[in-house]
């Protein structure tokens, strides 16, 4: 029965040599002709007998004769789970364009909320290398050995507009740079000392904290901003911060378009401790802005944090939505939201103005969070927005985990995006 078996194999397989050797001419056949050949070897000698005897070989639908095909050194579990999970992880990212933010802001979650193990001032710093780097690395191929000219002045500002600090703000920076030193020797501590100065005095006016009013209970916060921006995590660790500081809080999962936003919320309230108002995906979200005053009226919390679906800002139908849920909100509570808060990514750039521009129109922005800025080398875009729109700028984030987010302090941001120490 086997030598039929294999006489009938080798019959079929000489079929095929002579189909491709047509098809492929004989520079491809040499490979196919040596591979088949191998093949014909392995298969000429029958494979031991406990491959083709033993009960766990004949598994239902054919398992049997593969097994008997391949010796079981060809197929080692361990690769086998590899070629099944990454086609998987492939696949959510390219169906789900969300996922990946999500998955990432869920993680760092919970344990980071104990303390920061490094000072505020090194995570910035080390946040903000990628900027610093940049600007450094541009100050130091222009300033050569020769004396301060004009030419130079104008490739220093070309740095500072590709950094997009503003065109405005980085003529002004490279004319405070030439002030005193036209014609002189410059070193590039010294043009840093100076960009940090400058960029001091630009956002000394919009450092400011946000102040909760005790009198407005709930005091209502209203969190807004583009998809992946990085809303639910700054709620999170918003809420964190003021629970800390003895403010009771209530998250609202406004994001009823998610259901990751929802969970990922959700478990925020369960680490800090603190109540969710949430519905299932697809409600509406401006009813459950209704429900969700009303509870923390009865709750007795001192602050509530609202998260609102990702909107492009082009898209007029999703700004409409924002507008109605501020409507509802004043239904109940004439002077909410109390507070609008625009979270933006450093790493859109330039994009990020025209985010202020339509969600400040829309949704009337009282101040800004900008995030991820240790993704980009391009962190000069807060001072371009904070001098453009006169916005305060309340909290900046250098990472995902739960100590990242920081009141912001013009400072230490000028001297870090400078690369200089504190």
Request: proline content about 5%; hydrophobic content about 45%; charged content about 25%.
């Amino acid at each position: 029965m086997w030598s039929q078996l294999i006489d009938f194999v080798l019959q079929q397989e000489r079929a095929i040599e002579l189909a491709a050797a047509f098809l492929l001419g004989s520079g491809s056949w040499g490979i196919v002709s040596t591979t088949i050949s191998r093949l014909r070897r392995r298969r000429q000698t029958p494979p031991p007998e406990p491959a083709i005897a033993t009960p766990s070989d004949e598994a239902p639908g054919g398992a049997g004769e593969e097994a008997s095909a391949h010796p079981a050194p060809f197929a080692p579990e361990v690769a086998a789970k590899d070629e099944v999970f990454e086609p998987d992880l492939s696949a959510l990212v390219e169906d789900e364009a969300f996922e990946p933010e999500s998955a990432r802001e869920i993680t760092p979650v919970g344990p980071p909320l104990a303390g920061p193990t490094r000072s505020w001032w090194t995570r910035l710093r080390d946040g903000l290398s990628r900027s610093s780097g940049s600007i450094g690395e541009g100050f130091a191929a222009i300033l050569t050995k020769r004396k301060l000219d004009a030419s130079m002045l104008d490739d220093l500002e070309d740095v500072l507009i590709r950094a997009d600090l503003g065109v405005a703000t980085a003529a002004r920076i490279a004319k405070a740079i030439g002030h005193g030193r036209y014609d002189k020797n410059v070193g590039v501590e010294e043009v840093k000392a100076v960009l940090a100065a400058e960029i001091e005095r630009a956002l000394n006016p919009y450092a400011r904290p946000l102040e909760i009013d005790g009198g407005k209970k709930p005091f209502v916060i209203l969190v807004v901003g583009v998809n992946g921006s990085g809303k639910t995590t700054t709620i999170g660790k918003l809420a964190a911060r003021f629970s800390s500081n003895g403010h009771g809080v209530l998250l609202a999962a406004g994001d009823t378009f998610r259901a990751a936003a929802i969970e990922q919320l959700r478990i925020w309230g369960e680490r800090i401790g603190c109540p969710v108002i949430a519905r299932e995906q697809g409600s509406d979200a401006s009813a459950l802005a209704f429900d969700a005053i009303k509870e923390a009226r009865q709750r007795g919390a001192g602050v509530m944090l609202m998260d609102t679906a990702g909107r492009l800002q082009n898209r007029a139908e999703l700004m409409g939505e924002l507008k109605k849920i501020i409507r509802v909100m004043k239904k109940v509570d004439p002077g909410a939201p109390h507070a609008v808060l625009l979270v933006l990514d450093a790493t859109v750039g330039q994009n990020a103005i025209s985010q202020v521009e339509i969600f400040g129109r829309v949704a009337g922005v009282t101040g800004l969070v900008m995030t991820k800025l240790d993704g980009t080398a391009r962190g000069g875009i807060l001072v371009a927005i904070a001098e453009k729109f006169q916005l305060p700028v309340h909290f900046i984030g250098v990472g995902e985990g739960a100590n990242d987010l920081e009141a912001f302090e013009a400072r230490d941001f000028a001297r870090a995006i400078a690369g200089l120490e504190s």
